[in-house]
Nanobody
Framework: QVQLVESGGRLVQAGGSLRLSCRAS????????MGWFRQRPGKEREFVAS????????YYADSVKGRFTISRDNAKERLYLQMNSLKPEDTAVYYC????????????????????WGQGTQVTVSS
């Protein structure tokens, strides 16, 4: 099972940008799709973005489409989430997650399909 550690979360003003990173270890990172989820205050965890093992297929929640970009660097075993035009409603704990199956051709969306989770990084967007 892969170990995942997120970083990059902090307080930022509305309209600003942040880049979250997720460092993976313990498993062949390049074989697995990855995703970002978030949990807003008082809400259940929700899907944000997903990328397949090669980086050739991505998918976004409607709420972040056009503002967030998921990417990966397989050589560095890193997953990224570039977040632009941040809004107060983006305030949440952001989690990176690893697919439970290797080499799925397309992105994964359902949280049940992810077998590994990081501990999360807090993003706070002030108005």
């Amino acid at each position: 099972q892969v170990q995942l550690v997120e970083s990059g979360g902090r307080l930022v003003q509305a309209g600003g940008s942040l880049r979250l990173s997720c460092r993976a270890s313990g498993q062949t990172f390049s074989s697995y799709g990855m995703g970002w989820f978030r949990q807003r205050p008082g809400k259940e965890r929700e899907f944000v973005a997903s990328i397949n093992w090669s980086g050739g297929s991505t998918y976004y929640a409607d709420s972040v489409k056009g503002r967030f970009t998921i990417s990966r660097d397989n050589a560095k075993e890193r997953l990224y989430l570039q977040m632009n035009s941040l809004k107060p409603e983006d305030t949440a704990v952001y989690y990176c997650a690893g697919d439970s199956r290797p080499f799925r051709p397309r992105f994964v969306v359902l949280s049940a399909e992810f077998g590994s989770w990081g501990q999360g990084t807090q993003v706070t967007v002030s108005s």
